[in-house]
């Protein structure tokens, strides 16, 4: 993971990412897409042995190596989706990390005082019982909004960034309370 420079009084509250259990439904599907070409070869060489003779047998292993790197490839990039898309929440900020694609990713930082809106979105009854959806906060900007989809705990993500909110604006208006008492001479 990437270090952020923290400030002074500045701490990590927490660390959120896309839930492993996508990821590993994700890996199985890839992995049976690249046994279905195997099982269609031994089929076929099972019910027709003359079919994959010579030449034919060497196109076939051919094309179920493309179809093997193929899904190499995404694999990685699911990988890479999963490991490098994630949020630090600190007590004075949210910082977002998404990897936009293979060598491009982006980095960005919220004030928690600037903070508008947090929506959590569950969809599906899987999803519901593993506690995993999207998580979407909204600036005071019309257009910006920091989204972590598939991400786990959300309800307990929503609530640490709810609570750092509040305290941030409690400590905010402390400072303008104490700012506007006279000064003493």
Same mark, same amino acid.
């Given at each position: 993971?990437?270090?952020? $420079?923290?400030?002074?009084? =500045?701490?990590?509250? !927490?660390?959120?990412?896309?839930?492993?259990?996508?990821?590993?439904?994700?890996?199985?599907?890839?992995?049976?897409?690249?046994?279905?070409?195997?099982?269609?070869?031994?089929?076929?060489?099972?019910?027709?042995?003359?079919?994959?003779?010579?030449?034919?047998?060497?196109?076939?292993?051919?094309?179920? !190596?493309?179809?093997?790197?193929?899904?190499?490839?995404?694999?990685?990039?699911?990988?890479?989706?999963?490991? !490098?898309?994630?949020?630090?929440?600190? $007590? =004075?900020?949210?910082?977002?990390?998404?990897?936009?694609?293979?060598?491009?990713?982006?980095?960005?930082?919220?004030?928690?005082?600037?903070?508008?809106?947090?929506?959590?979105?569950?969809?599906?009854?899987?999803?519901?019982?593993?506690?995993?959806?999207?998580?979407?906060?909204?600036?005071?900007?019309?257009?910006?909004?920091?989204? !972590?989809?598939?991400?786990?705990? *959300?309800?307990?993500?929503?609530?640490?960034?709810?609570?750092?909110?509040?305290?941030? *604006? =409690?400590?905010?208006?402390?400072?303008?309370?104490?700012?506007?008492?006279?000064? =003493?001479?």
């Amino acid at each position: 993971m990437v270090e952020i $420079n923290l400030g002074t009084d =500045e701490y990590v509250v !927490l660390e959120v990412r896309r839930s492993l259990i996508v990821f590993s439904f994700q890996l199985i599907s890839y992995i049976i897409g690249a046994i279905i070409p195997l099982l269609v070869y031994a089929i076929f060489s099972y019910f027709i042995p003359a079919f994959f003779v010579g030449k034919l047998a060497y196109l076939a292993s051919v094309i179920y !190596l493309f179809i093997v790197l193929n899904i190499m490839y995404v694999l990685a990039i699911a990988f890479t989706n999963y490991y !490098l898309d994630y949020w630090v929440l600190t $007590n =004075e900020r949210l910082v977002a990390f998404e990897q936009k694609k293979l060598f491009s990713r982006l980095a960005s930082t919220l004030n928690l005082d600037k903070i508008q809106d947090i929506q959590i979105d569950v969809r599906g009854v899987i999803n519901t019982f593993l506690h995993i959806g999207m998580i979407t906060v909204q600036t005071a900007s019309e257009d910006k909004e920091f989204i !972590l989809k598939d991400a786990a705990r *959300i309800e307990k993500v929503k609530a640490a960034i709810t609570e750092m909110y509040h305290k941030k *604006i =409690e400590e905010k208006q402390s400072v303008v309370i104490n700012s506007t008492e006279p000064a =003493e001479y």
